[in-house]
């Protein structure tokens, strides 16, 4: 439902415009819209574009953040633009360890995040001790380590992975065994399609983990013929659930190309507005919570940030030259060995 101002409103020269914010609580209703601040969006474009900032946006993001960004996307898409850009500085919108992933490919880029006290709860569940821990009692295996880690776990891991090529770089490591951490619900989902043996660490992401059968079942009495599609930090018995399971990148292609009209989400609600925006002719529930650490990051902070340098993500050099390393090998992988957008239930089923 989209909620216009008032008409006095929309003469005065501060307009107020009303755009998407999605309930966290399933619903067939339109997406609940807020006011937003328009002039203070032109002022932050003008201050970035002043200073040459690049502002990278991840999916999860609040939607009026959508609006500053010049690119929005998952974590290997916001890491590869952050390693290639010749901007001088980066304002990272999203979580820590993605400023900080963006800072270690990019250490002569100055890298801001509107609030460094936005921290993923999985990035340091099972983190640098768990992985030494492991290494100690399996110390064949490889330790593959999910970008959402903190820079000191990456330096004690082998290579790193997104929910995107998860499976293509356990693949691609040596060891018959592997440490996986700290997600041990992608752990479960990668070993669906490896024969190497994983060893899961015990982390989760709240968000994903909170998706119960019920609410599905409850979504799709409601919207009988809409596709599920998960995201794989889901539980076990939700993936069993999904027609197709797809990290967020891939969730877009994958809506716009089916050939049906409706699909229930499986993933952090903010993700439902990019799928909206990019295929607006398709409709789309959610079934998922929202990352509250996502939505610390606010129009107003942004603007601090590039008003005073606020934000700037200082790492110990040497800790960043060790954690670069499985970093870079993640994406040399990723050039090589190509990741699929999607699978289906019956690939799944049988492991494909
Ligand atoms: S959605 Fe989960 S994994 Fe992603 S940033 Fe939030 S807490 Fe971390």
């Given at each position: 439902?989209?909620?216009?101002?008032?008409?006095?409103?929309?003469?005065?020269?501060?307009?107020?415009?009303?755009?998407?914010?999605?309930?966290?609580?399933?619903?067939?209703?339109?997406?609940?819209?807020?006011?937003?601040?328009?002039?203070?969006?032109?002022?932050?474009?003008?201050?970035?574009?002043?200073?040459?900032?690049?502002?990278?946006?991840?999916?999860?993001?609040?939607?009026?953040?959508?609006?500053?960004?010049?690119?929005?996307?998952?974590?290997?898409?916001?890491?590869?633009?952050?390693?290639?850009?010749?901007?001088?500085?980066?304002?990272?919108?999203?979580?820590?360890?993605?400023?900080?992933?963006?800072?270690?490919?990019?250490?002569?880029?100055?890298?801001?995040?509107?609030?460094?006290?936005?921290?993923?709860?999985?990035?340091?569940?099972?983190?640098?001790q768990a992985a030494i821990d492991l290494r100690e009692q399996y110390p064949d295996a490889?330790v593959?380590?999910?970008?959402?880690?903190?820079?000191?776990?990456?330096?004690?891991?082998?290579?790193?992975?997104?929910?995107?090529?998860?499976?293509?770089?356990?693949?691609?490591?040596?060891?018959?065994q592997v440490i996986?951490l700290?997600?041990?619900?992608?752990?479960?989902?990668?070993?669906?399609?490896?024969?190497?043996e994983?060893i899961p660490a015990?982390?989760?992401?709240?968000?994903?983990?909170?998706?119960?059968?019920?609410?599905?079942?409850?979504?799709?009495?409601?919207?009988?013929?809409?596709?599920?599609?998960?995201?794989?930090?889901?539980?076990?018995?939700?993936?069993?659930?999904?027609?197709?399971?797809?990290?967020?990148?891939?969730?877009?292609?994958?809506?716009?190309?089916?050939?049906?009209?409706?699909?229930?989400?499986?993933?952090?609600?903010?993700?439902?507005?990019?799928?909206?925006?990019?295929?607006?002719?398709?409709?789309?529930?959610?079934?998922?919570?929202?990352?509250?650490?996502?939505?610390?990051?606010?129009?107003?902070?942004?603007?601090?940030?590039?008003?005073?340098?606020?934000?700037?993500?200082?790492?110990?050099?040497?800790?960043?030259?060790?954690?670069?390393?499985?970093?870079?090998?993640?994406?040399?992988?990723?050039?090589?060995?190509?990741?699929?957008?999607?699978?289906?239930?019956?690939?799944?089923?049988?492991?494909?």
């Open positions: 439902m989209l909620i216009l101002p008032e008409p006095w409103a929309l003469s005065q020269r501060k307009i107020q415009i009303v755009i998407t914010i999605v309930k966290a609580l399933p619903s067939d209703e339109e997406p609940v819209e807020p006011a937003c601040n328009y002039d203070l969006i032109s002022e932050i474009r003008e201050l970035a574009d002043r200073q040459g900032v690049l502002i990278l946006a991840h999916n999860y993001q609040a939607p009026e953040i959508y609006q500053i960004a010049e690119k929005i996307g998952d974590s290997l898409e916001l890491a590869r633009l952050a390693q290639e850009t010749d901007a001088e500085t980066i304002l990272f919108c999203g979580v820590d360890f993605m400023a900080d992933t963006a800072k270690i490919l990019n250490p002569q880029a100055r890298v801001l995040i509107p609030d460094p006290q936005a921290r993923c709860t999985m990035a340091h569940m099972a983190g640098e490889e593959v380590s999910y970008v959402n880690t903190t820079t000191a776990t990456k330096a004690v891991s082998d290579i790193c992975c997104t929910s995107a090529n998860a499976i293509e770089i356990v693949d691609s490591v040596d060891s018959e996986f700290p997600d041990r619900n992608l752990a479960a989902y990668v070993s669906r399609f490896t024969r190497k994983i015990a982390g989760y992401c709240y968000v994903h983990d909170a998706i119960t059968r019920e609410s599905v079942d409850a979504m799709q009495k409601l919207h009988p013929g809409a596709v599920f599609v998960a995201h794989p930090e889901c539980r076990p018995e939700i993936i069993d659930m999904a027609d197709a399971v797809c990290s967020t990148g891939g969730m877009a292609r994958f809506c716009r190309d089916a050939s049906v009209s409706s699909f229930i989400i499986g993933t952090e609600s903010g993700m439902l507005h990019r799928l909206r925006s990019e295929v607006a002719e398709k409709k789309f529930f959610s079934v998922a919570g929202i990352c509250a650490p996502m939505k610390q990051i606010t129009l107003e902070k942004i603007k601090a940030c590039l008003t005073t340098g606020s934000g700037e993500v200082v790492l110990d050099k040497s800790l960043m030259d060790a954690a670069r390393v499985p970093l870079e090998r993640m994406i040399e992988v990723s050039k090589t060995r190509q990741s699929r957008s999607f699978r289906t239930r019956e690939e799944i089923r049988k492991g494909l």
